[in-house]
């Protein structure tokens, strides 16, 4: 069963873009998926979108430092190509670019993961954080053909109901 967001979200889906049922394309673990239309070489790109809420107080370069963990745990050659900071004090956020090689459909390729991290604060209980990922898979040769697309996903994502 997908898991579910912390808090819930609205954002547009790029021209083209298609929801797709996570548990179907094996990403239980995460509440949204989208599938971009064309294939590069067998492999879809992807969005996906999962988060939690963090009671700890990790900073986002250290959640985002498990993801990479993980990653590492099923994949070859994980690298962080990039890593950056974004936001502000009151809505913080993090973006980390990720290269690795993994089987898919029994074939090697070489992928690229854009990670975008934004953290949310309960306003009626401070103390409590929700963490949203926002990630893009797609094969290497593809990356820059769909990354523009990423972004104005990721600029259209807001908690719902937010007017700004």
């Known amino acids: 069963m997908p898991t579910t967001l912390p808090l819930p979200i609205e954002f547009r889906l790029p021209e083209g873009w298609l929801p797709a049922p996570p548990n179907q394309v094996g990403a239980p673990d995460v509440a949204f998926v989208a599938l971009h239309p064309n294939p590069d070489a067998g492999f879809t ?3 996906t979108i999962d988060g939690e809420y963090r009671l700890d107080a990790a ?3 250290e959640i985002a430092d498990e993801s ?4 590492r745990s099923i994949a070859e050659s994980v690298a962080v190509t990039n890593h950056n900071e974004i936001g502000s004090a009151v809505a913080p956020g993090l973006v980390q670019e990720l290269t690795f090689s993994a089987v898919t459909d029994g074939v090697h ?3 690229v993961q854009s990670q975008v991290y934004l953290s949310m604060l309960d306003i009626d209980e401070p103390r409590k954080r929700a963490v949203i990922r926002l990630a ?3 094969a290497a040769a ?3 053909s769909v990354l523009g697309d990423f972004q104005d996903f990721v600029r259209s994502v807001r908690p719902s109901g937010a007017t700004s």
């Not at 990479?68 to 990653?71: G, I, N, T």
């Open 59 to 61: 900073t986002l370069a």
């Open 68 to 71: 990479v963990r993980r990653l």
């Open 45 to 47: 790109a992807n969005i």
């Open 142 to 144: 593809q990356y820059d």
């Open 136 to 138: 893009l898979t797609t």
């Open 109 to 111: 390729r070489d992928l």
